[in-house]
T-cell receptor, first 115, second 111 residues
Framework: NAGVMQNPRHLVRRRGQEARLRCSPMKGHSHVYWYRQLPEEGLKFMVYLQKENIIDESGMPKERFSAEFPKEGPSILRIQQVVRGDSAAYFC?????????????FGEGSRLTVL | SQQGEEDPQALSIQEGENATMNCSYKTSINNLQWYRQNSGRGLVHLILIRSNEREKHSGRLRVTLDTSKKSSSLLITASRAADTASYFCATLNTGFQKLVFGTGTRLLVSP
């Protein structure tokens, strides 16, 4: 049973370009979370999605950032017109539909570098 | 900010010693979880303690929870070099559907 798969693992973009980060949750998991981690810091919640629905996007900047989790295919975190401050590791995590504990299974992260 | 804080920020010990990390949080919780992160990797779930529990054990890990003080501690006994990692507490807050992570403790265990 494959774990949470994220790609790309590393992404380099120039200021103003777009970054697309993908996340395939564990098999059987229908809840996806995106977190952002700056160097030497903890994880900051960005967005929580279920299939075709955004449940909580309170941690996501209002501009330039968007997320989706379509009926088919991976969840996508999209950052438009990237700036240097977007450089970070972006982690995806998933959980089962009936999880009562909130335990999350994490991917290895996508590390975005903005030049 | 809902984010909790961990103490110490960094801890350096010798193999065989015990390591204790503390976590404080701000709101009412359903449970508190500890995760481990090796450098450059994702997080791995270690242990979960519910709000009505006071202590829990898993192998060399011991977690305590004091909801009156809004704090938790993680004890790793007989540490090994392979325990070197960052350790994060995370709370599932009452009424919310997401985990809120602390700032982490970087543990270095020297052979």
């Amino acid at each position: 049973n494959a774990g949470v798969m994220q790609n790309p693992r590393h992404l380099v973009r120039r200021r103003g370009q777009e970054a697309r980060l993908r996340c395939s949750p564990m098999k059987g998991h229908s809840h996806v979370y995106w977190y952002r981690q700056l160097p030497e810091e903890g994880l900051k919640f960005m967005v929580y999605l279920q299939k075709e629905n955004i449940i909580d996007e309170s941690g996501m900047p209002k501009e330039r950032f968007s997320a989706e989790f379509p009926k088919e295919g991976p969840s996508i975190l999209r950052i438009q017109q990237v700036v240097r401050g977007d450089s970070a590791a972006y982690f995806c995590a998933s959980s089962t539909q009936d999880s009562q504990t909130g335990e999350l299974f994490f991917g290895e992260g996508s590390r975005l570098t903005v030049l | 900010s809902q984010q909790g804080e961990e103490d110490p920020q960094a801890l350096s010990i010798q193999e065989g010693e015990n390591a204790t990390m503390n976590c404080s949080y701000k709101t009412s919780i359903n449970n508190l979880q500890w995760y481990r992160q090796n450098s450059g990797r994702g997080l791995v779930h270690l242990i979960l303690i519910r709000s009505n529990e006071r202590e829990k054990h898993s192998g060399r890990l011991r977690v305590t929870l004091d909801t009156s003080k809004k704090s938790s501690s993680l004890l790793i006994t007989a540490s090994r070099a392979a325990d070197t990692a960052s350790y994060f507490c995370a709370t599932l807050n009452t009424g919310f559907q997401k985990l809120v992570f602390g700032t982490g403790t970087r543990l270095l265990v020297s052979p």
